[in-house]
């Protein structure tokens, strides 16, 4: 058993303070003693010797352990030791560093005596967690208290907290303190009142104290620089940097990497960054590696790779930093590069793992901007065990390449799974996971997850709402785009230009053209898509005359044109046959503008010709255009055959559609109705055949649309409906009102429909469309019948609602894959061409 110890009588003579009561020093938190402890028996540790206490406070505070400086503070405790002033300001200190300000707060309210030192260290161990509240509300504490005069360090504290919290107002009260204290024409306050102006962004401030500064140092010079450069002004930034050399000041490492990394930003400035790049070689720090980073990043940015690649080379020590500058460098390039090129930064990363160097998230970030940008999924998934291994799955950052990655390659599911492996999601993490869903035709899942965001009380941003509407748009639910877009204006998203776009596709593959049009009316600063959206807008639903017009405006305004606006005026062209028009943009687009066609645009064209009939010239113009193993052309072409009666080709187009898509059952089902209406019986069922052999089924024709709030879904060939009775009555009553108007090659156009009632209403269960204008049809409303349907609608269909339409005071709107179909009056705004 250690012998008991009796407290000195000798009181603590080397520091101040010694008549301190230990009971007012809040013990630290702590679990009970053991059972066999000295203090459970009651016994008393011996005490250290002030210095060692002072000692392992210090170590504390700079390695700000926590553990160590509770057992400081407990063996304080168990030895009935009275530390005067000084070892109490150190015991502050140690919390305050350690971040445990609840604890220091208490410490601080029971000491006995405190002085300047005690103020300062309690009002920077609140700037510090970023309070800034309570640190200005221990500033005023310290003012009042009269035994106690604020110095310098005081008020740099506050001004460091009022620069943490951006907070400009109580700034500039501490600054005018600081004034009629008289301590703000040393170059120490100047300083600190410098750095808290540039932190809340009042640039005019900042130069304001500068040039009135009574005492400047290399450190004024350096915040000067550096406030402009993080106000986003580069140029003002190369004038300080030379206004700097001419007053005779030396230019170090902090100054030169803070300018390279602002001229980084600089557009069209190759002579600036040469003559930086000079500067730096002249001062002798072109080996620093922080300056050597800054250097590379700024050329890497800018497209000068060749010259990031000498400066890298040239550098002799090279840590993970300089890595990660060139590796983010190939990831910056840009679109132009080829996939080889890009494949360097792997190289580079895999260098790095030979010298021994442990990446960091950012190297990892980058490696994976790059797979995403060079579709190297495979290589992607690589790097994703290395960042398993790393332990670095859980960043925000990495996660976010992680599912735009797999979703890029239409791995959804590998995309999902990493979103929920990120335990810290910000906003551009779910932004990035509703993008995932919405580009791989999971519109339903994109609105399910925007639905949880919102329950988590999540604040989306422009590019969530963008998302989101693209989802409506996939949909094409009126009321849900109509929530949405209600979500939108109250949150303040639809002043965004980014949003209204979006908001116009969405009304736009609703069949809301009236919606669409004053969306775009609203936008208050158009850009190229907006003007783009609306000119494809008028074009599919049927007004290709106003949607040139507005391409002509669009021309007349300056505005850039992309190879968007093109598509949506060759769209506009198309569906009207406008050829010579058609032609001229086409020409316009390749000649003055040089754009390379794409498939969309050779399809555009395809249809045109084949819209007024010249079926063998849109066949050349595929075979020329250098895409002629593309389906999509050749689906085009077929349908032009197919209206113009051209059998023979369409054939022969089908079966070349068999070799291009084996496995697409649609190619299948097209070849052998072609047979089937050529006569060629036995083809027919060898195509047949073949289908059932493969495993193939037809897609089954599916249509959907919203009335009363619900959303109602027809399945061709399917009789079952939630108001089959009523509907089907309807429908009748309908098809009685067909037959009584007209015929088509003497018989009833839809003869096998009237006869529903006979044969089970199988046949007019066979189209989709029609139980689903008929139910809309049967409810009490004034607004237009919109039906989405996944195929292209039938001739039978299509000529019954031009002859509904005649009778009904309400527009019928249908979309297929081809086009908007407008049922008015009896005709329709496709002029039987789909």
């Given at each position: 058993?250690?012998?008991?110890?009796?407290?000195?009588?000798?009181?603590?003579?080397?520091?101040?303070?010694?008549h301190?009561?230990?009971?007012?020093?809040?013990?630290?938190?702590?679990?009970?003693?053991?059972?066999?402890?000295?203090?459970?028996?009651?016994?008393?540790?011996?005490?250290l010797?002030?210095?060692?206490?002072?000692?392992?406070?210090?170590?504390?505070?700079?390695?700000r352990?926590?553990?160590?400086?509770?057992l400081?503070?407990?063996h304080?405790?168990?030895?009935?030791?009275?530390?005067?002033?000084?070892?109490?300001?150190?015991?502050?200190?140690?919390?305050?560093?350690?971040?445990?300000?609840?604890?220091?707060?208490?410490?601080?309210?029971?000491?006995?005596?405190?002085?300047?030192?005690?103020?300062?260290?309690?009002i920077?161990?609140?700037?510090?967690?970023?309070?800034?509240?309570?640190?200005l509300?221990?500033f005023?504490?310290?003012?009042?208290?009269?035994?106690?005069?604020?110095d310098?360090?005081?008020?740099?504290?506050?001004?460091?907290?009022?620069?943490?919290?951006?907070?400009?107002?109580?700034?500039?009260v501490?600054?005018?303190?600081?004034?009629?204290?008289?301590?703000?024409?040393?170059?120490?306050?100047?300083?600190?009142?410098?750095?808290?102006?540039?932190?809340?962004?009042?640039?005019?401030?900042?130069?304001?104290?500068?040039?009135?500064?009574?005492?400047?140092?290399?450190?004024?010079w350096?915040?000067?620089?550096?406030?402009?450069?993080?106000?986003?002004?580069?140029?003002?930034?190369?004038?300080?940097?030379?206004?700097?050399?001419?007053?005779?000041?030396?230019?170090?490492?902090?100054?030169?990497?803070?300018?390279?990394?602002?001229?980084?930003?600089?557009?069209?400035?190759?002579?600036?960054?040469?003559?930086?790049?000079?500067?730096?070689?002249?001062?002798?720090?072109?080996?620093?590696?922080?300056?050597g980073?800054?250097?590379?990043?700024?050329?890497?940015?800018?497209?000068?790779?060749?010259?990031?690649?000498?400066?890298?080379?040239?550098i002799?020590?090279?840590n993970?930093?300089?890595?990660?500058?060139?590796?983010?460098?190939?990831?910056?390039?840009?679109?132009?590069?080829?996939?080889?090129?890009?494949?360097?930064?792997?190289?580079?990363?895999?260098k790095?793992?030979?010298?021994?160097?442990?990446?960091?998230?950012?190297?990892?970030?980058?490696?994976?901007?790059?797979?995403?940008?060079?579709?190297?999924?495979?290589c992607?998934r690589?790097?994703?065990?290395?960042?398993?291994?790393?332990?670095?799955?859980?960043?925000?950052?990495?996660?976010?390449?992680?599912?735009?990655?797999?979703?890029?390659?239409?791995?959804?599911?590998?995309?999902?799974r990493?979103?929920?492996r990120?335990?810290?999601?910000?906003?551009?993490?779910?932004?990035?996971?509703i993008?995932?869903?919405?580009?791989n035709?999971?519109?339903?899942?994109?609105?399910?997850?925007?639905?949880?965001?919102?329950?988590?009380?999540?604040e989306p941003?422009?590019?969530?709402?963008?998302?989101?509407?693209n989802?409506?748009?996939?949909?094409?639910?009126?009321?849900?785009?109509e929530?949405?877009?209600?979500?939108?204006?109250?949150?303040?998203?639809?002043?965004?230009?980014l949003?209204?776009?979006?908001?116009?596709?969405?009304y736009?593959?609703t069949?809301?053209?009236?919606?669409?049009?004053?969306?775009?009316?609203?936008?208050?600063?158009?850009?190229?898509?907006?003007?783009?959206?609306?000119?494809?807008?008028?074009?599919?639903?049927?007004?290709?005359?106003?949607?040139?017009?507005?391409?002509?405006?669009?021309?007349?305004c300056?505005?850039?044109?992309?190879?968007?606006?093109?598509?949506?005026?060759?769209?506009?062209?198309?569906?009207q046959?406008?050829?010579?028009?058609?032609?001229?943009?086409?020409?316009?687009?390749?000649?003055?503008?040089?754009?390379?066609?794409?498939?969309?645009?050779?399809?555009?064209?395809?249809?045109?010709?084949?819209?007024?009939?010249?079926?063998?010239?849109?066949?050349?113009?595929?075979?020329?255009?250098?895409?002629?193993?593309d389906?999509?052309?050749w689906?085009?072409?077929?349908?032009?055959?197919?209206?113009?009666?051209?059998?023979?080709?369409g054939?022969?187009?089908?079966?070349?559609?068999?070799?291009?898509?084996?496995?697409?059952a649609?190619?299948?089902?097209?070849?052998?109705?072609?047979?089937?209406?050529?006569?060629?019986?036995?083809?027919?069922?060898?195509?047949?055949?073949?289908?059932?052999?493969r495993?193939?089924?037809?897609?089954?024709?599916?249509?959907?649309?919203?009335?009363?709030?619900?959303?109602?879904?027809?399945?061709?060939?399917?009789?079952?409906?939630?108001?089959?009775?009523?509907?089907?009555?309807?429908?009748?009553?309908?098809?009685?009102?067909v037959?009584?108007?007209?015929?088509?090659?003497?018989m009833?156009?839809?003869?096998?429909?009237?006869?529903?009632?006979?044969?089970?209403?199988?046949?007019?269960?066979?189209?989709?469309?029609l139980?689903?204008?008929?139910?809309?049809?049967?409810?009490?409303n004034?607004?237009?019948?919109r039906?989405?349907?996944?195929?292209?609608?039938?001739?039978?269909s299509?000529?019954?609602?031009?002859?509904?339409?005649?009778?009904?005071?309400?527009?019928?709107?249908?979309?297929?894959?081809?086009r908007?179909?407008?049922?008015?009056?009896?005709?329709?705004?496709?002029?039987?061409?789909?």
């Amino acid at each position: 058993m250690l012998p008991q110890r009796q407290p000195s009588p000798e009181p603590d003579r080397h520091l101040p303070g010694h008549h301190a009561n230990p009971s007012q020093i809040p013990p630290p938190p702590r679990s009970p003693p053991p059972e066999h402890s000295p203090r459970r028996a009651g016994l008393r540790l011996p005490s250290l010797e002030p210095s060692a206490y002072g000692g392992l406070l210090r170590r504390a505070s700079r390695t700000r352990s926590m553990a160590l400086a509770r057992l400081a503070h407990s063996h304080m405790l168990r030895a009935g030791y009275l530390p005067g002033l000084f070892l109490r300001n150190n015991l502050l200190a140690a919390y305050a560093r350690c971040g445990d300000m609840r604890h220091a707060r208490l410490l601080f309210d029971g000491m006995p005596s405190r002085d300047t030192v005690s103020w300062n260290t309690l009002i920077a161990g609140y700037s510090s967690q970023g309070s800034a509240r309570l640190a200005l509300g221990a500033f005023r504490d310290a003012r009042r208290d009269g035994a106690v005069a604020v110095d310098r360090f005081t008020y740099s504290t506050v001004l460091a907290a009022c620069g943490g919290a951006r907070d400009g107002r109580s700034g500039r009260v501490a600054h005018g303190l600081a004034v009629v204290s008289g301590l703000v024409r040393t170059a120490f306050m100047t300083n600190s009142v410098i750095d808290m102006y540039a932190k809340c962004g009042m640039i005019d401030e900042v130069r304001l104290v500068f040039d009135r500064a009574e005492e400047r140092d290399e450190v004024s010079w350096n915040l000067l620089l550096s406030a402009y450069v993080r106000m986003g002004w580069p140029e003002v930034a190369v004038h300080v940097l030379v206004w700097m050399h001419r007053s005779g000041v030396k230019l170090d490492a902090f100054a030169l990497g803070g300018i390279l990394k602002a001229c980084s930003e600089l557009e069209d400035s190759e002579d600036v960054r040469t003559m930086l790049h000079g500067c730096v070689v002249k001062v002798g720090l072109d080996l620093d590696v922080f300056v050597g980073s800054a250097t590379v990043d700024m050329y890497a940015k800018n497209g000068g790779l060749e010259e990031a690649i000498k400066v890298f080379d040239c550098i002799p020590d090279q840590n993970v930093v300089i890595y990660n500058a060139m590796i983010a460098g190939f990831a910056r390039l840009g679109n132009d590069p080829c996939p080889e090129t890009r494949i360097e930064a792997v190289r580079l990363y895999a260098k790095l793992l030979q010298r021994r160097i442990r990446p960091s998230k950012f190297t990892f970030k980058s490696l994976l901007e790059v797979c995403n940008l060079t579709n190297a999924v495979r290589c992607g998934r690589q790097i994703h065990a290395h960042v398993i291994l790393s332990g670095l799955q859980g960043d925000e950052f990495i996660g976010n390449a992680l599912i735009n990655l797999y979703a890029k390659v239409r791995l959804v599911d590998d995309s999902l799974r990493c979103f929920h492996r990120t335990p810290k999601r910000e906003i551009f993490t779910w932004t990035s996971m509703i993008t995932a869903f919405v580009h791989n035709e999971h519109p339903d899942k994109a609105l399910d997850l925007f639905r949880e965001l919102c329950y988590l009380e999540k604040e989306p941003d422009q590019f969530t709402m963008s998302s989101v509407m693209n989802a409506c748009a996939a949909l094409s639910v009126p009321i849900a785009c109509e929530q949405i877009h209600c979500y939108a204006v109250k949150s303040g998203f639809d002043l965004f230009t980014l949003c209204g776009n979006s908001q116009i596709e969405m009304y736009r593959c609703t069949g809301d053209l009236k919606a669409a049009n004053k969306t775009f009316k609203k936008i208050s600063c158009l850009d190229t898509f907006s003007w783009s959206q609306m000119v494809l807008s008028y074009a599919v639903h049927g007004h290709e005359r106003e949607a040139l017009l507005l391409f002509k405006k669009m021309e007349d305004c300056g505005v850039m044109i992309n190879e968007f606006a093109f598509l949506a005026v060759l769209v506009a062209c198309s569906h009207q046959g406008l050829v010579d028009e058609g032609f001229r943009h086409y020409e316009t687009m390749v000649s003055d503008y040089g754009f390379v066609p794409d498939v969309k645009h050779i399809a555009c064209m395809v249809d045109l010709l084949g819209h007024v009939g010249k079926v063998a010239d849109a066949e050349d113009f595929i075979m020329r255009s250098g895409l002629e193993n593309d389906a999509v052309l050749w689906h085009a072409l077929l349908r032009a055959c197919r209206i113009h009666g051209d059998k023979d080709r369409g054939i022969k187009i089908a079966e070349k559609l068999m070799l291009l898509e084996p496995c697409a059952a649609n190619s299948y089902v097209m070849l052998y109705n072609l047979y089937m209406d050529a006569g060629k019986i036995s083809l027919a069922m060898r195509t047949r055949g073949q289908m059932r052999e493969r495993g193939m089924s037809k897609e089954a024709g599916i249509c959907w649309a919203e009335f009363g709030g619900s959303i109602h879904q027809f399945v061709d060939g399917d009789s079952s409906c939630s108001q089959k009775a009523e509907t089907f009555t309807r429908l009748e009553e309908l098809l009685v009102r067909v037959k009584q108007k007209t015929e088509h090659g003497g018989m009833n156009i839809w003869e096998l429909g009237f006869q529903a009632r006979k044969v089970g209403e199988n046949s007019i269960s066979k189209h989709g469309e029609l139980l689903a204008v008929a139910l809309g049809l049967t409810l009490p409303n004034t607004a237009p019948v919109r039906v989405m349907k996944n195929q292209n609608m039938s001739w039978e269909s299509h000529e019954t609602l031009k002859l509904l339409s005649e009778g009904e005071n309400r527009a019928i709107i249908i979309r297929d894959p081809a086009r908007f179909h407008h049922f008015s009056q009896g005709s329709c705004s496709c002029r039987d061409y789909w």
